[in-house]
């Protein structure tokens, strides 16, 4: 099963010699699956320790000092937060990073006062961990630059130019951690026991890494089947997103996945959601554009960000959190059991 979601040594597949072989297998998972787990990705591993670490020592901390990590706001995308399903049972910790801390930081990095307003609602950094936020940042740059060889790579096996996928300097990034807990009713199929509901990322790229001692992470073939991405700590998974999918005109499948419990300990993964700049307005590339017209609409990046804790709260947010984000109050919600 794990051949179906192929391991690629990066390095090699970008070298001018790569082998032809390796190369078809990353444009048959592309274009069939729309993920792969890449190696040899350049990535130094304190690099990736030094943030994975300090965000399960955070997440190690005492409910009471998590609940004071939320979103003084409500924001959903902000801070510290955990849902239970139905039932009253914790199915997810998460950390939410933006990337910028406030919108003095947007505007000092460049972004217009109307872009800046993304970032209204301020991150919150652990006091608990003073070297969490430079580590963040290490990381986040460490893996946009994996996404920006990937985009090469898929450039390559789609025999068009290297700089095709135009990702841009300016890129805009959200940071996610997630932590899945220890699930003891094992008597349950799959569908029955879902922690995080199937979906595609709206992304161009996502970047993740995954820890824990069960594959709970699953990628959805092309015949509907699912299929589990093994977890190797040397290995970053990389999923195709909705927006790399509009730009290829669909040659690129989006990599549809989910989370299902699993295992005796804590499984954790982080992911980093790239887009290009907030101004692009993405649509099949010429590279890519069909003579007889496109099955793909524009979608302007920021429109899709700005609207995206509303288009989330609608389709995701219980009664609860939604007024506690129109009060604009923190919301911690209830887990039972």
């Known amino acids: 099963m794990?051949?179906?979601?192929?391991?690629?040594?990066?390095?090699?597949a970008l070298a001018d010699d790569a082998p032809e072989d390796l190369l078809a297998t990353v444009r048959r998972a592309a274009e069939t699956l729309g993920i792969?787990?890449?190696?040899n990705h350049g990535v130094p591993t304190e690099v990736i320790a030094d943030f994975n670490d300090g965000f399960g020592r955070v997440f190690n901390l005492p409910r009471e000092q998590k609940e004071q990590l939320t979103s003084p706001t409500g924001h959903p995308f902000r801070g510290w937060r955990q849902w239970p399903d139905d039932f009253g049972r914790l199915e997810l910790e998460r950390f939410s990073i933006a990337q910028y801390d406030d919108t003095d930081a947007a505007l000092a990095a460049g972004l217009s006062p109307e872009h800046a307003t993304l970032y209204t609602h301020a991150n919150v950094w652990p006091p608990q961990e003073p070297g969490l936020r430079a580590a963040t940042h290490r990381y986040h740059d460490a893996i946009v630059d994996v996404a920006r060889r990937v985009l090469s790579l898929y450039a390559r096996v789609l025999d068009v130019p290297a700089e095709t996928f135009p990702l841009g300097g300016d890129?805009?990034?959200?940071?996610?951690?997630?932590?899945?807990?220890?699930?003891?009713h094992e008597d349950a199929s799959d569908e029955?026991?879902?922690?995080?509901?199937e979906h595609t990322d709206g992304a161009a790229i996502t970047v993740?890494?995954?820890?824990?001692?069960?594959?709970?992470?699953?990628?959805?073939?092309?015949?509907?089947?699912?299929?589990?991405?093994?977890?190797?700590?040397?290995?970053?998974?990389?999923f195709t997103g909705t927006l790399l999918t509009n730009w290829s005109e669909g040659r690129l499948r989006p990599g549809r996945h989910r989370v299902v419990a699993g295992g005796s300990a804590t499984r954790r993964s982080s992911a980093v959601f790239i887009n290009p700049s907030l101004d692009t307005v993405v649509e099949p590339l010429p590279a890519f554009a069909n003579p007889e017209g496109s099955d793909f609409e524009p979608v302007s990046v920021w429109k899709q960000a700005h609207g995206g804790v509303e288009e989330y709260l609608r389709v995701f947010g219980r009664p609860e959190q939604l007024a506690a984000w129109r009060e604009n109050r923190p919301f911690v919600a209830d887990v039972t059991a």
Do not use: C, M
């Not at 792969?36 to 190696?39: A, D, G, H, K, T």
């Not at 890129?171 to 003891?184: E, I």
């Not at 992470?217 to 290995?235: E, M, N, Y």
């Open 36 to 39: 792969i787990q890449v190696v």
């Open 208 to 238: 993740l890494h995954q820890e824990g001692d069960y594959a709970g992470l699953q990628g959805q073939h092309s015949d509907g089947t699912w299929i589990p991405v093994p977890v190797r700590p040397d290995a970053l998974q990389v």
């Open 2 to 12: 794990s051949d179906d979601i192929p391991f690629i040594d990066l390095a090699a």
């Open 171 to 184: 890129v805009y990034t959200n940071v996610v951690v997630n932590s899945y807990p220890q699930w003891p």
């Open 192 to 197: 029955e026991k879902l922690l995080l509901l």
